[in-house]
């Protein structure tokens, strides 16, 4: 059991930022430590599923050369794509994950951010299969998710990010906790950044 499309749909109708990405320093601070917590500088292929209405997206293209971005809801898709009209290395999509996962691409970074409580356990573990799977052996996973509660919370955080864990064998190289949220980054290779730049 996942939430439904149509929850979304709804939600969108009302107000196209219902998190308040646009206006919120919370959330433009947690997206800057998303970015400041990968590993490397600059990447060829990302993938962002559940992009909502796009603010993330915009940060995440500005470090690889192409990214593919979706979500399950059309009127987010929309949102996006008027946010990022000048921004040419985007894809926009819907995509339902994990059943629309794009399995024939390959990544070398995937970011989960928001996403995964909406989604039952085995749903994300199947979801951390595929990111597994799609991967490249130098490839970079960072999930972040609210650590609070709210209605509709399929499951908590720390078992979210178990379940990555669990998928990539432990090589979880950043590992960030706040009381609001908790953001991790796995890097398929374990190298950390200073393995990375030679220093360690
Ligand atoms: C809280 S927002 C996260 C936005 C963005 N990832 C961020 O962290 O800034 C959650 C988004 O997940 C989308 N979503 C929920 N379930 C989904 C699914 N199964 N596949 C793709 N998108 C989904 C919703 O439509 C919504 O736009």
């Given at each position: ?6 929850y ?19 959330e ?20 962002e599923?559940a992009?909502?209405n ?32 000048d ?5 926009l999509?819907?995509r339902?994950?994990?059943?629309e ?10 970011v ?8 039952s356990?085995e ?30 919370k399929?499951?908590?955080?720390e ?17 960030h906790a706040?009381?609001?949220?908790i ?5 398929k ?12």
């Amino acid at each position: 059991m996942s939430t439904s499309r149509s929850y979304f749909d709804d939600l969108y109708r009302n107000n196209d930022d219902p998190w308040r990405y646009r206006t919120s320093w919370y959330e433009r601070r947690k997206r800057d430590l998303v970015l400041a917590s990968l590993p490397r500088e600059r990447y060829e292929s990302a993938f962002e599923p559940a992009c909502s209405n796009g603010e993330l997206s915009a940060m995440i293209a500005r470090r690889c050369t192409r990214l593919l971005a979706c979500d399950v809801s059309e009127a987010a898709v929309r949102s996006a794509s008027e946010r990022l009209a000048d921004t040419s290395n985007i894809a926009l999509e819907q995509r339902a994950v994990p059943d629309e996962w794009p399995t024939d691409a390959r990544f070398d970074l995937i970011v989960i951010s928001e996403l995964a409580y909406y989604l039952s356990p085995e749903a994300t573990a199947t979801l951390a299969r595929h990111a597994s799977t799609s991967l490249s052996d130098n490839g970079t996973l960072v999930a972040c998710h609210w650590r609070h509660p709210f209605e509709g919370k399929l499951q908590s955080a720390e078992d979210i990010h178990a379940t990555f864990d669990a998928a990539f064998h432990g090589v979880r190289i950043v590992q960030h906790a706040e009381a609001d949220f908790i953001l991790d980054v796995w890097s398929k290779d374990g190298r950390s950044i200073a393995q990375r730049e030679g220093i360690a």
